[in-house]
């Protein structure tokens, strides 16, 4: 069946709720899992959700979910503007993958509005709090279901 999933969050997501919370609001990631957990049940998807500081934890998550999963969701935090690494294993997983981002990053600074994997991801969420890791699992759900157009 075409319906596991990776959520991966890169470094500082594990202090959501302590972080910047006009940013990124008061929800932490236990809770954050908790929500997504639920969904992925009733679109029944089997999900695996995970964080890292590290770079290179990151770039072999990524690289060990192309043989384990079907699609991603991939917020890389501070990463997503610096990796070439993580950009480099994105590439390898050739399914769907979103990049996600619980803020705006185009609103915020200049730093953070380029990201190094926008271009080849298949779509984004950015800017709609922690209710996007939602609409990523619906619509990833979609994708694996061919009922995205
Ligand atoms: C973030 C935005 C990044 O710029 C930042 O470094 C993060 C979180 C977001 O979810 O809004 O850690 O990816």
């Known amino acids: 069946m075409n319906n596991k999933i990776i959520i ?17 609001g008061s929800i932490t990631i236990e809770k954050l899992k908790e929500n997504c957990t639920k969904k992925c049940k009733e679109l029944n998807l089997e999900v695996v959700f995970a964080q890292s500081n590290v770079e290179g934890e990151l770039v072999n998550m990524i690289q060990e979910s ?31 993958i979103i990049e996600l981002h619980i803020s705006n990053i185009y609103k915020r600074e200049e730093f953070r509005q380029k990201s190094l994997i926008s271009d080849i991801v298949t779509g984004g969420i950015f ?3 922690a209710n996007g890791y939602i609409l990523a699992i619906i619509s990833m759900h979609k994708l694996l279901n061919n009922e995205n157009r």
């Open 127 to 129: 800017g709609l709090g």
């Open 8 to 24: 991966i969050n890169g470094p500082n997501l594990n202090l959501l709720g302590e972080r910047e919370q006009s940013q990124y």
């Open 66 to 96: 192309r043989k384990k999963f079907n699609g991603m969701i991939i917020n890389a935090a501070a990463f997503t503007h610096t990796s070439v690494a993580i950009r480099d294993a994105l590439e390898l997983f050739k399914k769907p």
